[in-house]
T-cell receptor, first 112, second 117 residues
Framework: EDKVVQSPLSLVVHEGDTVTLNCSYEVTNFRSLLWYKQEKKAPTFLFML????IEKKSGRLSSILDKKELFSILNITATQTGDSAVYLC????????????FGAGTRLFVKA | GAVVSQHPSWVICKSGTSVKIECRSLDFQATTMFWYRQFPKQSLMLMAT?????????EQGVEKDKFLINHASLTLSTLTVTSAHPEDSSFYICSASRTGTPNYGYTFGSGTRLTVV
């Protein structure tokens, strides 16, 4: 059965800390892995990863994919209170249409 | 670019009534749209995949007759919750991907919070 597993499920850090969020997957017909940030409403897109070993970076956020070991990490450096959110990892699966499987999310809380 | 508009943002309805939620891709064509449901502090659960001009594909456990999906054009999909009950209260989110680019990151609508009283 296809699955996406995120860890940890929740995390509390202080401002300025660096955090690493993990996502492992077992999905047939893998093509890409997506990271989203969800605050109060719908998720906002962060990264799409398709190739192993190529880091994607956006400000203090970065992410990398390992297709051999079937996982991805999302790093946030110098965390700020505004980074508090649920971070979702998702893998679209081509099944003749496209179905996206989401992980349970990591709830990050950054203390001032 | 790649904006998905979802309407309404929130709705309160009486038990037994029907509610329609719209999802529009504003600046791109979406062959496929997805409808998700999210309960508090839980991840998104796919309800159905909506393909333009054809019947939606429902996930296991999702009642087709209760959650009616129509994808009449490349920019509009609707989800109608029929004969709503309090247990249908949830956050419903649609997402869409650009036509012809299956690896493109999905764009989400802003979500609809449904409360059935």
């Amino acid at each position: 059965e296809d699955k996406v597993v995120q860890s940890p499920l929740s995390l509390v850090v202080h401002e300025g800390d660096t955090v690493t969020l993990n996502c492992s997957y077992e999905v047939t017909n893998f093509r890409s892995l997506l990271w989203y940030k969800q605050e109060k409403k719908a998720p906002t897109f962060l990264f799409m990863l398709t190739s192993s070993g190529i880091e994607k970076k956006s400000g203090r956020l970065s992410s990398i994919l390992d297709k051999k070991e079937l996982f991805s990490i999302l790093n946030i450096t110098a965390t700020q209170t505004g980074d508090s959110a649920v971070y979702l990892c998702a893998v679209p699966r081509n099944t003749g249409g496209f179905k996206t499987i989401f992980g349970a999310g990591t709830r990050l809380f950054v203390k001032a | 670019g790649a904006v998905v508009s979802q309407h309404p943002s929130w709705v309160i309805c009486k038990s037994g009534t029907s509610v329609k939620i719209e999802c529009r891709s504003l600046d791109f064509q979406a062959t496929t749209m997805f409808w998700y449901r999210q309960f508090p502090k839980q991840s998104l659960m796919l309800m159905a995949t909506s393909n333009e001009g054809s019947k939606a594909t429902y996930e296991q456990g999702v009642e087709k007759d209760k959650f009616l999906i129509n994808h009449a054009s490349l920019t509009l999909s609707t989800l109608t919750v029929t004969s709503a009950h309090p247990e249908d209260s949830s956050f419903y989110i649609c997402s869409a991907s650009r036509t012809g680019t299956p690896n493109y990151g999905y764009t989400f609508g802003s979500g609809t919070r449904l409360t059935v009283v």
